[in-house]
């Protein structure tokens, strides 16, 4: 909650434009100054090129390699708890199946499990089936039900599921606790269920609780890649939370109809999409000046990608080029002038939004 309060604070003034007290970035401040040399700049100037998107797509399949292996369900068995109602059928005695008459449903007139663990059965009398499975509580019957019915055959189902549970909460549809079941259930199953796959939700950092230890998975690896190890069965007591998506945007500025904080939509989001979204102001725009400025890999200088769109092709290439979370996007006015100073004035505001983001993570 501290960061996400932390960062609507830093981002309110980056989406409109103005970075603290008298100073206002102006479009003006933005010059390409070829005189300059690379090592003197606050970032590293990387024009947006084929080469370059190729690069980028190669480099997003080294990182996010699919994992292939399915998840570990064909060992998983439902053990019985406290609270649940079981169904006991011992073929060719109704009598001990429903002794009601049939007149009631197996949950009504099924077997409760009491809060010691224990049911009471007819000629077996009170049995402990809590941390079994159906089938473990099938053999304990039929061996003493053998003493007073020759060869008995029975069929023992769980039809209540009232024991286990997960804990869904968050930014999702329908937050509530969702049964465990004798059908494995996934961690992208639950949040799924739970409508938790919305562009208000960050589902590239779902929290699981279990224990006391929370670990985060990135299910739009899991959805959109099958990436299987990005996803987990839950347990007993395990909380999921599903944060609310105000990190992964990306803000628009500069010569533009309306400046933009812009969410990832399913984890992604071109430069052209954003341009559109926010409209490029056709009268001022610099169309040769359109920058992505982007936090640098450690202590590496931001990097700032140019994009002339007055070469052809160059929307091709902005359909191309992916942006990344807290990338900003700065349209340059037609008249441009001392880049370096604006980048000097703009960057440390930028970069605490970058910190604060590496540090939380």
Not at 274 to 290: H, K, M
Request: some cysteine.
């Amino acid at each position: 909650m501290v960061r996400r309060l932390t960062l609507l604070v830093l981002l309110a003034p980056l989406a409109g434009c103005s970075w603290a007290p008298g100073l206002m970035l102006s479009e003006s401040d933005f010059e390409l100054d070829n005189s300059v040399e690379q090592e003197s700049m606050p970032v590293t100037l990387i024009p947006i090129t084929p080469s370059l998107i190729e690069k980028q797509s190669q480099s997003l399949l080294i990182k996010h390699p699919v994992e292939n292996a399915a998840l570990k369900t064909a060992d998983y068995e439902y053990k019985v708890g406290p609270q649940d109602v079981l169904s006991i059928i011992v073929w060719e005695h109704p009598e001990l199946t429903i002794p009601t008459g049939g007149q009631r449903s197996a949950e009504q007139d099924g077997h409760r499990v009491s809060s010691n663990g224990t049911i009471f059965y007819p000629y077996v009398g009170v049995i402990s089936v809590v941390g079994k499975t159906t089938e473990e509580i099938r053999n304990a019957l039929t061996r003493k039900l053998s003493k007073y019915i020759r060869k008995p055959q029975l069929d023992v189902r769980v039809v209540e599921f009232n024991s286990q549970k997960a804990q869904v909460a968050g930014a999702v549809e329908k937050p509530a606790s969702y049964p465990i079941s004798d059908v494995p259930l996934a961690l992208s199953d639950v949040v799924n269920a739970a409508g938790g796959n919305n562009e208000n939700a960050d589902i590239q950092s779902v929290v699981l609780t279990r224990n006391g230890v929370n670990k985060r998975y990135n299910l739009l690896e899991r959805y959109y890649r099958g990436n299987a190890s990005e996803d987990v069965l839950l347990q007993n007591g395990d909380i999921i939370y599903v944060p609310a998506n105000t990190v992964h945007k990306v803000f628009v500025m500069g010569e533009v109809e309306k400046s933009a904080a812009l969410p990832l939509v399913d984890g992604q989001l071109t430069l052209a999409d954003a341009l559109t979204v926010a409209g490029v102001n056709q009268n001022s725009a610099d169309p040769e000046r359109i920058f992505v400025l982007r936090r640098g890999e450690k202590l590496s200088k931001p990097h700032a990608y140019l994009l002339d769109a007055s070469e052809p092709g160059a929307l091709i290439l902005a359909t191309a080029f992916q942006l990344q979370a807290l990338d900003v996007v700065f349209v340059s006015t037609a008249d441009i002038s001392r880049w370096n100073r604006t980048l000097t004035q703009l960057l440390p505001t930028v970069q605490t939004l970058w910190t604060l983001d590496r540090v939380a993570e």
